[in-house]
C-alpha cells in the first residue's frame, strides 16, 4: 500500500508560482509512474502531468504545458509539481497519483494509489 500525501498548496496571484510536493511512504516509489490531477468546483478530475519511474519520460495537459514542470527525486521518495504563470483557471484541488503501469497515463484508471490533495487557489 502507497501513501501519497501532498503539500505546497496555498493562494496566490495570478502570474505567480507554486511547487507542490508529493512524498510517498513506499521505498519501491522509484519503479512506479507518478502522475497530478487536479479537480475544480463542479467539475471531472482532469490530468494534469504525469512522469515516468526514471524521470525519462514526461507528459502534459495542453492547457498546462510551457508553464507546469514535473519532477521527481526517488531518493526522496517524492514527486513535484512546478507551477508558473498561473491563472485563475488553474484553481483546483491537485492530486499526486502513483500508477505500476505504464499505459495510459493521462487516464485516471491507470492510477493504483492517489493522495488526499492539496488546495491550489490563484486570485486574479
Not at 26 to 34: A, G, H, L
Not at 40 to 56: D, L, M, N, Y
Request: with cysteine; net charge positive; charged share 15%.
Amino acid at each position: 500500500q502507497v501513501q501519497l500525501v501532498e503539500s505546497g498548496g496555498g493562494l496566490v496571484q495570478a502570474g505567480g508560482s507554486l511547487r507542490l510536493s508529493c512524498a510517498a511512504s513506499e521505498r519501491t516509489f522509484s519503479t512506479y509512474n507518478m502522475g497530478w490531477f487536479r479537480q475544480a468546483p463542479g467539475k471531472e478530475r482532469e490530468f494534469v502531468a504525469a512522469i515516468t519511474w526514471s524521470g525519462g519520460n514526461t507528459a502534459y495537459a495542453d492547457s498546462v504545458k510551457g508553464r507546469f514542470t514535473i519532477s521527481r527525486d526517488n531518493a526522496k521518495n517524492t514527486v513535484y509539481l512546478q507551477m508558473n504563470s498561473l491563472r485563475p483557471e488553474d484553481t483546483a484541488v491537485y492530486y499526486c497519483a502513483a500508477a505500476r503501469g505504464g499505459y495510459g497515463l493521462q487516464y485516471k484508471p491507470a492510477y493504483d494509489y492517489w493522495g488526499q490533495g492539496t488546495q491550489v487557489t490563484v486570485s486574479s
